[in-house]
């Protein structure tokens, strides 16, 4: 960095940890119960309910991501160039809404609909908040902020894994969206009138505060090579390659998210509490692994070395998986937990790299397409996962499946370098 960076790093505000952070994390975290719970659903009745067959029920899992994958990047625009603020609040207040109905669908056709509108009013979510962060915090920050946001991923599984299982126990899966989509509704007016969509629009930071963040972000943009429009950007060989890394990346992701819970309850002949505690472990070990990964990163201002290797972790746990099959569930199930791990660490760094190879008026798109491409592997994770769950009667198939996802993910990722990279590390900024 150069000096002037350094001189306004050290004015950065410490606060804006204390308060954005917060709250991107419970409302990603709400955004993600809606989305996963239907795993538990499936474990738990609703096919039996609703006269639903495997092949409808891998439809239905993966859905949601066909309706998150056509509406990423016009949301995305919006958040960039009107207001992140108006839209998450409008997308809080509907996928809400969504997530509730489902729980009192009376067939499947309306079922099918609620799944597709779910990943509709989701899709610009979290990348209009990869944009907002970009607004709030420096180069050598983002790689923690956004990990604290993706956070809400596997820390919204690990408690909803427990709970889910309670509450269906107790009640059915009905109450379950019911009780779990209905929070976000209130949620949407806390968001409404606690964030702002830019530093200068901020009561809570002195002149002093928000200029030498400006200052800061703009020192960031002048090692970037200009950028016209989206076309353009969107036709960068980092931006192409990073678009099939995630979608990669995505199959194994989703496919392990989706199907988890009914893998554990039949491999191991597990009632459906059971299931969500050992479901919540592996979720446990993705939180420890995207804290120390994304400090790790931020640390020595290098994206791929953190990673390409986690997701080597991931692809060869799948491997063992398969290897030792349905005969050996706690070794296998270990490997999940190593897998779990795996599959997560890497997102706070994986995003930090977008802003680092293109400025900001074109960072935000690329963001859309990228995590739009990563909806597409979640549907063939989702779908594919469950159909192959159904069609051999045994996970193997998916495990390697998923496996080889993530390797090709880990070498896509060897060949993008971002602007970091290129000098030599820089100290992380200190606050005031």
């Known amino acids: 960095m150069t000096r002037n960076t350094s001189i306004t790093s050290a004015a950065l505000p410490k606060r804006r940890w204390w308060y954005i952070i917060p709250i991107v994390f419970i409302t990603y975290s709400l955004a993600y119960v809606d989305r996963a719970n239907f795993g538990f659903a499936a474990a738990a009745g609703m096919a039996d309910d609703l006269n639903i ?12 991501f066909l309706g998150y994958f056509f509406f990423q990047i016009p949301g995305t625009i ?43 009013t ?22 923690r902020a956004n990990t604290f946001l993706i956070l809400g991923n596997p820390v919204t599984i690990l408690w909803m894994s427990v709970l889910s299982g309670y509450i269906i126990s107790n009640a059915d899966w009905r109450w379950m969206f019911i009780i779990e989509g209905a929070p976000g509704i209130i949620w949407a007016f806390c968001w409404w009138f606690l964030v702002d969509d830019k530093p200068e629009q901020a009561k809570w930071l002195s002149r002093e505060q928000k200029d030498s963040l400006e200052a800061a972000f703009q020192e960031e943009q002048r090692g970037l090579k200009p950028v016209r429009n989206y076309r353009e950007a969107f036709r960068q060989p980092q931006v192409i390659l990073l678009c099939l890394q995630y979608f990669s990346w995505s199959i194994g992701v989703y496919g392990f998210v989706l199907w988890l819970p009914s893998i554990l309850k039949e491999a191991g002949q597990l009632n459906i509490v059971e299931a969500g505690w ?48 349905a005969d050996h569930f706690w070794w296998s199930y270990t490997l999940l937990v190593i897998a779990g791990f795996g599959l997560y660490a890497p997102y706070g760094p994986f995003f930090a790299i977008i802003p680092e190879i293109l400025p900001r008026n074109v960072a935000g798109g690329a963001i859309a397409l990228i995590n739009s491409l990563g909806a597409l592997g979640g549907f063939i ?15 193997a198939v998916s495990y390697m499946c ?26 992380m900024p200190r606050h005031a």
């Open 53 to 64: 067959t495997p092949a409808i029920s891998s439809l239905l899992g993966s859905l949601f």
């Open 78 to 120: 919006y958040a960039e160039k009107r207001s992140a603020k108006r839209l998450i609040f409008w997308c809080l207040i509907s996928w809400s809404l969504l997530a509730t109905l489902t729980g009192i669908v009376p067939n499947v056709s309306a079922l099918i609909v609620i799944r597709f509108m779910l990943g509709v």
């Open 122 to 143: 989701e899709a610009a979510v979290m990348p209009a908040m990869l944009v907002y962060l970009s607004h709030w915090f420096t180069q050598g920050e983002r790689s």
């Open 278 to 325: 050992l479901s919540a472990l592996p979720y446990l070990a993705a939180v420890i692994g995207m804290l120390a990964v994304s400090w790790g990163s931020d640390k020595l201002r290098n994206r791929r070395l953190f990673v390409w290797p986690p997701l080597l972790i991931a692809g060869f746990s799948f491997a063992g998986s398969y290897m030792l099959g």
């Open 381 to 395: 994770g989702s779908y594919g996962v469950g159909y192959l769950n159904g069609l051999t009667g045994t996970p």
């Open 402 to 427: 998923m496996s080889g996802a993530l390797f090709i993910a880990a070498i896509l990722t060897m060949f993008a370098r971002p602007a970091s990279e290129k000098g030599s590390p820089a100290p």
